[in-house]
C-alpha cells in the first residue's frame, strides 16, 4: 500500500527550511512600556521570525535565551542555524548545519516535544532508526500529534502494523473529527500488513467516520493528487483501496455505520 505519509507528513528538511514553530506572542504584546520586544517575543516562533524579516534580532535573542537553558529558544536557534538561508552574512557557514542539530538535539534531550519530532525525523531520514524510534516516541508520549503519525507510519513501514495503530488512535483520540488517523486506518486495516491480517468491517467503519469528519476534503485532495501524477491505477493506490473500501461500504452500510459508531466511542470521550 503507498504510504500516505508521503502526503500527510513533513520530512525534516522541509521543516527545517520552512520553519517549526511553537506558540508566539506576537511583538507588540507585553512591550507597552519599554516599545521594545523581548527576547522571549523575538524568539517565540521561526516562522514569525521570518515573517517579521527579525533574523538578527531574532537570532541574538535566542542565543541569549539559550545562554539561560530556555530549551525552548534553544529548538528555534537550532531551526536558525539549520536554515542556510536564514543569516548567510552573519553566520559562519562551516559547520553551522551541525551545530543547528546540535542545538536541537539538545532541546530535544530537554523535552521539547518539536525538536523531539524534529530530530527523530532527521533520523529517520538518515537511517537511524533506532534514535528515530526513541525520540519519536518521546515526542508522541509528550502529546505531540504530528510525531504520533510520524512513529505510526515508521512502525507500518518496517511490517510493525500492530505497534502502528495504538499511535493511530492516539492522535484520534487527541485531534478527534480533524484527525488524520481515520484516513490511515482505514487504509490499513483494509489492505493489512505483515503482522496484521486485513478486516474490511473495521476498515469501513473507519472509513465511515471519515465521511463524517474534516478528513474528507484530505482523501479527495489525495485521489486528485494520485490522478494528476498518474499513479491512480496502480496497484496499492490510495485511490483503488479507496474504491474497493467504498464498494465494501456500499454493501454492508448499517454494520459498517454501527462500527465506525463504535469506534468513535471508544476513540473519542465525550
Known amino acids: 500500500m503507498c504510504r500516505l505519509s508521503k502526503f500527510l ?3 525534516v528538511a522541509a521543516m527545517l527550511i520552512s520553519g517549526c514553530s511553537l506558540s508566539w506572542f506576537g511583538f507588540g504584546s507585553g512591550s507597552e512600556n519599554s516599545g521594545k520586544p523581548t527576547d ?3 524568539c517565540s516562533s521561526k516562522t514569525q521570525i521570518v515573517a517579521n524579516h527579525s533574523y538578527y534580532e531574532s537570532w541574538q535573542a535566542c542565543e541569549r535565551l539559550t545562554l539561560q537553558q530556555d530549551y525552548d529558544a534553544e529548538y528555534i536557534l537550532g531551526l536558525i542555524y539549520t536554515d542556510e538561508k536564514v543569516l548567510n552574512g552573519f553566520i559562519n557557514s562551516e559547520g553551522r548545519f551541525d551545530k543547528g542539530l546540535e542545538h536541537i538535539k539538545n532541546a530535544a534531550d530537554h523535552n521539547v516535544p518539536q525538536a523531539q519530532r524534529t530530530i527523530g525525523e532527521y533520523y529517520e531520514k538518515h537511517n ?3 534514535q528515530a524510534y526513541k525520540y519519536l516516541n518521546m515526542a508522541a508520549d509528550s502529546g505531540d500529534t504530528d510525531a504520533m503519525l510520524s512513529l505510526a507510519t515508521n512502525y507500518e513501514t518496517d511490517g510493525f502494523c500492530t505497534k502502528a495503530i495504538p499511535y493511530y488512535e492516539k492522535e484520534i483520540s487527541t485531534k478527534k473529527e480533524s484527525a488524520e488517523g481515520w484516513i490511515y486506518l482505514y487504509l490499513l486495516t483494509f489492505s493489512g500488513c505483515k503482522d496484521l491480517e486485513p478486516d474490511p468491517l473495521v476498515s469501513c467503519g473507519y472509513y465511515h467516520n471519515v465521511l463524517n469528519t474534516t478528513s474528507k476534503n484530505t482523501v479527495l485532495s489525495l485521489i ?3 490522478k494528476t501524477s498518474g499513479i491512480a491505477g496502480k496497484k496499492g493506490s490510495i485511490t483503488l483501496t479507496t474504491k474497493d ?4 461500504y456500499k454493501g454492508n452500510s448499517d454494520i459498517c455505520k454501527k462500527t465506525g459508531q463504535e469506534i468513535k466511542k471508544k476513540l473519542i470521550k465525550e
Not at 245 to 248: E, G, L, P, S, T
Open 9 to 11: 507528513t513533513l520530512n
Open 224 to 226: 486528485e493528487f494520485e
Open 40 to 42: 522571549k517575543e523575538l
Open 128 to 130: 537511524n532508526k533506532e
Open 245 to 248: 473500501v467504498q464498494n465494501y
